[in-house]
């Protein structure tokens, strides 16, 4: 991987220590970050990550706070958050697609604040999540077939979650009309909440 801030040279990989699967399906994660440029990783690399994601059961989907205050919270951030984004893209917001939705809960709180267009929440699973059961939801493999475009496609702290980010990316932008706008958002490896907590930050 060339460095974004030596582009001629190879990223220089330092460990910032091993963190923990609660998956228990990978092993010891230990996470690198580039001297220079500030680009984080985790190794080992995973060649297809769709195993992590079956039956919505990892911490990404938070399965046990569909309820409340942590949901509570989190409804509250995120209607906040989808505030600052759509004032982020600006001008014509149109139909969004929320590309890698998880939970579902951020395209909820999106669909709750935004009245000028139809907000989608599209994932790996067949079903859509409880957060949009009562939603526009499409699934990955119905999305190809479907060759559907959108105005604007959201990515959020979706980058992450495969090694082969070329490929990832030209599918987020595939869904993209001639014109629109893709919006992507990546975890910053040096956050507040990593500092405080470490490798509890989650």
Known sequence: MNCVNAPDLECDFRSLGQFLDRSGK???IEVVQC??????????????VGFLYEG??????????????SHLVKDVAFKRDAK????????NVGSILDFGCGSGQ?????????????????????VPPLELADKAYINSRDLIARDQKFDTVIAMQVLEHDDDTAALLARIVRNV??????VIE?????????????????
């Not at 600052?84 to 001008?91: F, S, T, V």
Request: hydrophobic share 30%; aromatic share 10%; charged share 30%.
């Open 26 to 28: 990978v092993g010891v």
């Open 35 to 48: 001297r220079r440029c500030g680009h984080g990783k985790t190794m080992p690399p995973l060649p297809d």
């Open 56 to 69: 919505r059961e990892s911490q990404d989907f938070q399965p046990d706070a569909r309820r409340g205050f």
């Open 84 to 91: 600052r984004l759509l004032a982020q893209i600006g001008g």
């Open 106 to 126: 951020f395209t909820r709180a999106l669909g709750d604040v935004y009245r000028k267009g139809t907000v989608t929440g599209a994932d790996m699973h067949e």
């Open 177 to 182: 009309r001639d014109g629109g706008k893709v």
């Open 186 to 202: 990546v975890p910053n490896i040096s956050c507040p909440w990593n500092r405080i907590f470490g490798k509890y930050w989650d």
